[in-house]
């Protein structure tokens, strides 16, 4: 089979690999119908996340079973399914109280095309994919949703969604922030699962004019950066519902001013580097909980896809291109937002 490998910044090329195969009982084989482009993709393909290639890429996919172990539940050949992105058990302790980024059954990190962040997997732009605990893990694709829509459900649309679901849930109706940025789609995705949860008032901050659109398209107050200032886009205003996707300092430093008192404030990513500075004595004064860490993929992707079946959220709302699946290489690198890789 073929899998699109990342061999190095700006190189990735089709390869032939072994074809994937059932290893365990829990397994089950899947072909990948549609693919996201995930936030982190193209910084990978760039090197501006530095990852040590070769390792095959892709991860946020819809597909269909063609194989299964003997105990990979009811799943069936034909079975069209979603494909939460990292690896989760269902058994140890994380995976039963929704901690499924920490399945105690894998190594840390481990999922689909991350490579050695992810204890190679395989990845989502493969001819197949073997899929471990699938009894557990996989989720069927809803009658009548399109796998383009639904294919980045279990990560980055998870991933906007539970940066405002839990704040909301405490605070009806809150105000929320959102300031984007390189967590491209999953500030967008955040947006839109803040106005489907009821916020009254969503401000969008940014400063690449096509997401700003986006964004007021989708309902948000989208305020524009001007001349690098970041905080000045919102002023003295304070809300109690913050959301970082910028992931660098800027956006950061603007996302933690504007968390008002006893506010929350969650980060889609740890920073561009090793290490980040936090204001600590200030986040300290104002009581302000701070949250940043990975999705759990597994835990939260059912909620999103209630929500996209009931109308109140539509993920193909921001995806700019559809491309098939020879197109990936030079796709991976494509500057627009969100990008779906069609088998």
């Given at each position: 089979?073929?899998?699109?490998m990342?061999?190095?910044?700006?190189?990735?090329?089709?390869?032939?690999?072994p074809d994937?195969?059932?290893?365990?009982?829990?397994?089950?084989?899947?072909?990948?119908?549609a693919v996201a482009?995930?936030?982190?993709?193209?910084?990978?393909?760039?090197?501006?996340y530095?990852?040590?290639?070769?390792?095959?890429?892709?991860?946020?996919?819809?597909?269909?079973?063609?194989?299964?172990?003997?105990?990979?539940g009811?799943w069936?050949?034909?079975d069209?399914?979603?494909?939460?992105?990292?690896?989760?058990?269902g058994?140890?302790?994380?995976?039963?109280?929704?901690?499924?980024?920490?399945c105690?059954?894998?190594?840390?990190?481990?999922?689909?095309g991350?490579?050695?962040?992810?204890?190679?997997?395989?990845s989502?732009?493969?001819?197949l994919?073997?899929v471990?605990?699938?009894?557990?893990?996989?989720?069927?694709?809803?009658?009548?949703l399109?796998p383009?829509?639904?294919?980045?459900i279990?990560?980055?649309?998870?991933?906007?969604?539970?940066?405002?679901?839990?704040?909301?849930?405490?605070?009806?109706?809150?105000?929320?922030?959102?300031?984007?940025?390189?967590?491209a789609?999953?500030?967008?995705?955040?947006?839109?699962a803040?106005?489907?949860?009821?916020?009254?008032?969503v401000?969008?901050?940014?400063?690449d004019p096509?997401?700003?659109d986006?964004?007021?398209?989708?309902?948000?107050?989208?305020?524009?950066v001007?001349?690098g200032?970041?905080?000045?886009?919102?002023?003295?205003?304070?809300?109690a519902?913050?959301v970082?996707?910028?992931?660098?300092?800027?956006?950061?430093?603007?996302?933690i001013?504007?968390?008002?008192?006893?506010?929350?404030?969650t980060?889609v990513?740890?920073?561009?580097?090793?290490?980040?500075?936090l204001?600590?004595?200030?986040?300290y004064?104002k009581?302000?909980?701070?949250?940043v860490?990975?999705?759990h993929?597994?835990a939260?992707?059912?909620?999103?896809?209630?929500?996209?079946?009931?109308?109140?959220?539509?993920p193909a709302?921001?995806?700019d291109?559809?491309?098939?699946?020879?197109?990936?290489?030079?796709?991976?690198?494509d500057p627009?937002?969100?990008?779906?890789?069609?088998?």
């Amino acid at each position: 089979m073929r899998t699109l490998m990342f061999e190095g910044p700006g190189a990735l090329h089709w390869r032939e690999v072994p074809d994937a195969r059932v290893e365990h009982g829990r397994d089950v084989v899947v072909r990948p119908l549609a693919v996201a482009r995930c936030d982190l993709d193209p910084a990978i393909a760039l090197g501006l996340y530095p990852m040590a290639g070769p390792f095959p890429m892709g991860h946020e996919m819809v597909g269909e079973v063609v194989d299964r172990g003997d105990s990979a539940g009811d799943w069936q050949p034909g079975d069209r399914v979603v494909v939460p992105f990292q690896i989760s058990c269902g058994e140890c302790v994380p995976c039963r109280i929704g901690r499924t980024n920490a399945c105690a059954a894998v190594p840390p990190g481990a999922s689909f095309g991350l490579g050695p962040a992810g204890a190679h997997h395989g990845s989502a732009l493969s001819d197949l994919v073997r899929v471990p605990f699938a009894d557990f893990s996989l989720l069927p694709l809803p009658d009548g949703l399109d796998p383009v829509a639904a294919c980045g459900i279990p990560d980055n649309v998870a991933d906007g969604y539970r940066c405002v679901a839990d704040p909301l849930a405490d605070r009806p109706g809150e105000a929320v922030l959102v300031v984007g940025g390189l967590a491209a789609s999953v500030g967008l995705y955040a947006v839109m699962a803040a106005r489907a949860l009821g916020s009254g008032h969503v401000v969008y901050v940014d400063d690449d004019p096509a997401r700003l659109d986006r964004a007021d398209e989708l309902g948000a107050d989208a305020r524009a950066v001007v001349g690098g200032d970041w905080v000045a886009a919102v002023g003295r205003e304070r809300f109690a519902i913050t959301v970082d996707a910028n992931v660098l300092d800027p956006g950061r430093t603007l996302a933690i001013t504007a968390t008002a008192p006893c506010g929350t404030c969650t980060s889609v990513s740890g920073g561009a580097g090793r290490t980040v500075e936090l204001p600590l004595g200030v986040m300290y004064a104002k009581g302000i909980t701070y949250e940043v860490g990975r999705v759990h993929a597994r835990a939260t992707a059912p909620a999103v896809l209630d929500l996209v079946t009931r109308g109140h959220l539509d993920p193909a709302a921001i995806i700019d291109a559809v491309v098939p699946f020879d197109d990936a290489p030079g796709a991976m690198v494509d500057p627009r937002t969100k990008i779906v890789f069609l088998a």
